[in-house]
């Protein structure tokens, strides 16, 4: 079955770094957009960034513009999302979306907490 599993999401102090994986499997991973958006408490879940199925294209929220990489591997059907310079703005539960044509999946989440 359709599984998109999230790691690597944890604690820092702020101006710290964190790198998040999303593992996928149960459908083609090198067909779909991967994305990963962001809850934070008491607010509505938001896109951060998102990636071409190749890799080839980008796009990225203005808060993370020069702090945030998204990029993936298809022969590893993995996302990923390389934070730096985080601050506490940045915390949330870190969602990893995979999407094509009207197939939707997402994964159960992964905590990044960033203290000041």
């Known amino acids: 079955q359709v599984q998109l599993v999230e790691s690597g999401g944890g604690a820092v102090q702020f101006g710290g770094s964190l790198r998040l994986s999303c593992a996928a499997s149960?459908?083609?991973?090198?067909?779909?957009?991967m994305s990963w958006y962001r809850q934070a408490p008491g607010k509505e879940r938001a896109l951060v960034a998102s990636i071409s199925n190749t890799g080839g294209s980008t796009n990225y929220v203005d808060a993370v513009k020069g702090r945030f990489t998204i990029s993936r591997d298809n022969i590893k059907n993995t996302a990923y999302l390389q934070m730096n310079s985080l601050t506490p703005a940045d915390t949330a539960v870190y969602y990893c979306?995979?999407?094509?044509?009207?197939?939707?999946?997402w994964g159960h989440g992964t905590q990044v907490t960033v203290s000041s």
């Open positions: 979306n995979a999407t094509f044509l009207t197939a939707n999946y």
């Open positions: 149960g459908f083609t991973f090198s067909d779909y957009v």
